[in-house]
Structure formats: C-alpha cells, structure tokens
C-alpha cells in the first residue's frame, strides 16, 4: 500500500515539474547579447624620472557589465533550480535546460568583468 503510494506521489510529482524555470533561465542570460551597460575604468601608474632613470608604465584596464552579471546570476540560478527539479523526479528535458542556463549564466558573469564582446 505504501509503495503504490509513493508512486503516485511521484507520478504527481513529475507533472508538476515543467521546464519554465530552466527556459526563462536561458531567456535571461540571452538578454546581455542584446543589451549592454558596460563601465570600464584604465589607471595609469607612472614611475621614475629622467636622468638615465627608466621611466616606467603600468596600466590597468577594469570592466563591469551592469545588465551582463545581474542577468549572469539570475540565469544560473534559475538554471540551477530547473537542474535540481528535475533531477529529483528524473526529467532529463528539465535538467538538460538546467544545466545549458548554468552555463550562460556562468558565462554572462564572467563576460561582464571582462573585455569580451
């Protein structure tokens, strides 16, 4: 009686888990190819002086995508829901969306401190 059920439950459950989350997941991370606030700063740092000194220079370049992380961490957090949703109930669709909205997410993160396009 109890194995018939947890199966029912589980049958229940596997109808109930769609991949909504994981899609809207890619939808965000998809949003940063189309949109894009970036703000980059470059310092310069300049040492010794004439006289046979030689003068030195150093740059540094920093980049920061306003719409590329926010939606970077939103997508792989949904991502990692769809994942872990369907994992439980053995939606393979579910997780297979999962796992590929993690990856933009990951990706969309990194981008938006880097100097990528």
Do not use: W
Request: glycine share 12%; aromatic share 10%; with cysteine.
């Amino acid at each position: 009686m109890a194995d018939a059920l947890d199966e029912d439950l589980k049958q229940i459950a596997r109808g109930k888990v769609n991949t909504v989350m994981p899609v809207m997941g890619l939808a965000v991370g998809l949003v940063p190819f189309a949109l894009s606030f970036r703000s980059t700063h470059q310092s310069t740092v300049r040492t010794g002086e004439g006289d046979g000194m030689v003068i030195e220079s150093v740059t540094r370049k920093t980049a920061f995508d306003y719409v590329a992380v926010p939606c970077g961490a939103v997508a792989f957090v949904l991502g990692l829901v769809g994942l872990v949703r369907g994992f439980r109930v053995r939606k393979y669709e579910v997780m297979v969306f999962g796992v590929v909205a993690m990856g933009l997410g990951l990706y969309q993160g990194v981008r938006g401190f880097l100097f990528l396009p």
